[in-house]
């Protein structure tokens, strides 16, 4: 019944800036961590940023001062705003989140389905 929809994906020239967003829905108690992987063709998939659900953030080193993660409060959305994309940065970006549904004791990971972001001129 989770889901984690993501949106915001697209071709962007070298330079340029988007902003992902993913929306977690169903019958959630809690979200912990919310976060961002990439998977580019050929490549493992990578973490970019995660967020957790006191604001603390970590980055992937390629994307520090780059990008920037952020929830809102209902820590229920987590957005990525891409700026100064690289080409390098073009792959299908996946929205993660650990989370507890509602009448359950523990957490566990969802993934979206993923939105493919293209860097190009």
């Known amino acids: 019944q989770v889901q984690l929809v993501e949106s915001g994906g697209g071709l962007v020239q070298p330079g340029g800036s988007l902003r992902l967003s993913c929306a977690a829905s169903g019958s959630i108690f809690d979200i912990n961590n919310m976060g961002w992987y990439r998977q580019a063709p050929g490549k493992q998939r990578e973490l970019v940023a995660v967020?957790?659900?006191?604001?603390?953030?970590h980055y992937a080193d390629s994307v520090k001062g780059r990008f920037t993660i952020s929830r809102d409060n209902a820590n229920d959305t987590v957005w990525l705003q891409m700026n100064s994309l690289k080409p390098e940065d073009t792959a299908v970006y996946y929205c993660?989140?650990?989370?507890?549904?509602?009448?359950?004791?523990?957490?566990?990971?969802?993934w979206g389905k993923g939105t493919l972001v293209t860097v190009s001129s």
């Open positions: 967020i957790t659900s006191g604001g603390s953030t």
């Open positions: 993660y989140a650990h989370l507890r549904e509602e009448g359950y004791y523990y957490g566990m990971d969802y």
